[in-house]
């Protein structure tokens, strides 16, 4: 990550739920923490997606995500997830996504998140751009 900008961090305890029957993350679950956090990240930002999809104006999808896992997490164990904007453009955001206990990496994403209106790219909404813009 960039040290730049300060990471969004996100907290989440590894439940029984989250794990398969050796007590170890399931790895689909590791994309829930990560949404879970982009939510948080957007909603400290004082945007609130229910807002920006009422009246289906602006959606945002997932259009390209690379993932690399490190280390397994477990039952019981307190992660957090780091979330830093490394680019804004008219229509993508691309983040850099990490779940860590403590200082130790487990997983990696880098995703684009693109914004879709009537099934087609478009711009994403002005308030959001800005305050979501890496500082200068």
Known sequence: MSEQTPPHLFSIR?????????????HANYLRFIERART???????????????GG????VVARMS????????????LAVETRVLKLTAATLELDQRVKKGDEILFTAKVLIAAVSGGRA?????????K????A
């Open 132 to 135: 979501l813009s890496p500082p």
């Open 40 to 54: 948080e990240m957007l909603r400290d930002a004082d945007l609130h997606q229910g807002e920006i999809h009422a």
């Open 67 to 78: 993932i690399e896992f490190l280390r397994p997490a477990r039952m019981d164990d307190l």
């Open 57 to 60: 104006k602006v959606f945002f």
């Open 14 to 26: 590894v439940y029984y739920e989250d794990t398969d029957f050796s007590g170890i993350v399931y």
């Open 122 to 130: 478009c711009r994403i909404p002005r308030e959001v751009r800005e």
